[in-house]
């Protein structure tokens, strides 16, 4: 009897009629953001979006322009449910959002980091306490919250203020509090809203730095901002809205294998400022580490 073939090489499947079956491809997964023909009209008849047509893929980092009243906070707010869509769809991660019940919306809001220009933060909890809340409300245990809250607070360069209140922070660090709250249970996307608007060129730069460093984890960043020279110099994707409607979608080419520190480097020499300030508050390679 003569022995079995032995080059190591496994058999191909075959089907009934004795042929190869065909190779299966993986599912592509959806992009972390799609919206189709959205519509958004206020009480009174003001159009905020006109048919909004848009993906955003997994691990971009975009940025969203505009003039006030395009229609920005108003698409952002149409992310997370705060405001239902008129008309049109949109998706998280391939699931329509308008079709989720009331009871389902907060769990949308757990998968979804947001960054506001105020900040948000809870005054009368420290800075540990106020990054824990945003593990304790999805149910984390106790030792979770002690593993990633310290780590998110050394990512962003907190390390020495966990028993600070946010008014002993300078406003650099309190908007590093709230990248942390957003970032600490990691989610697959956060949107920031002007996280730079209140803050100086340097701490600006610092916070931008900030985001990168997260995307760069895998993380879909989405970044609503008025600084044209901060979009020019990072060389991301734009969307800009103009009367509630796309006027541009354009991507950047180049940068996209800097490291974190070779970006705040860079950032740094381009927009022309120091290399004081908070924007040097954390080691761009230490913290790629911890991640």
Not at 53 to 80: A, D, H, M, Q, Y
Request: some cysteine.
């Amino acid at each position: 009897m003569e022995a079995e073939p032995t080059s190591g090489m496994a058999k191909s499947k075959r089907n009934k009629k004795g042929g190869p079956e065909p190779r299966r491809e993986r599912p592509r997964r959806a992009p972390i953001i799609e919206l189709e023909d959205v519509t958004k009209v206020y009480p009174g008849g003001h159009m905020a979006l006109d048919r909004i047509n848009l993906s955003i893929g997994r691990g971009e980092f975009v940025f969203l322009v505009g003039p006030t009243g395009c229609g920005k906070s108003t698409l952002i707010k149409t992310l997370i449910r705060e405001l239902d869509v008129t008309d049109g769809s949109v998706k998280i991660a391939g699931r329509d959002i308008g079709a989720l019940p009331e009871k389902k919306i907060p769990l949308l809001r757990r998968n979804i980091g947001t960054v506001f220009q105020d900040f948000k933060l809870l005054p009368n909890r420290t800075v540990y306490d106020n990054v824990a809340y945003a593990l304790q409300v999805i149910g984390a245990s106790r030792a979770e919250i002690r593993e990633q809250v310290p780590a998110t607070l050394r990512l962003v360069g907190l390390s020495t203020k966990l028993n600070s209140y946010p008014d002993q922070l300078s406003g650099g660090e309190q908007q590093r509090v709230s990248v942390a709250r957003a970032f600490v249970n990691h989610p697959p996307l956060v949107l920031a809203d002007e996280p730079s608007g209140n803050l100086d060129p340097v701490t600006s730069i610092g916070i931008m730095q900030l985001l990168y460093r997260i995307n760069k984890t895998g993380t879909t960043v989405v970044v609503v901002t008025h600084d044209r020279e901060m979009v020019d110099n990072m060389r991301r994707r734009v969307i800009e809205l103009y009367e509630g409607r796309v006027v541009r979608d354009e991507v950047s080419g180049g940068y996209t294998e800097e490291s974190t520190s070779e970006f705040g480097l860079r950032m740094r020499a381009e927009m022309g400022v120091g290399h004081q300030g908070e924007g040097q508050t954390t080691n761009g390679h230490d913290h790629e580490r911890l991640l």
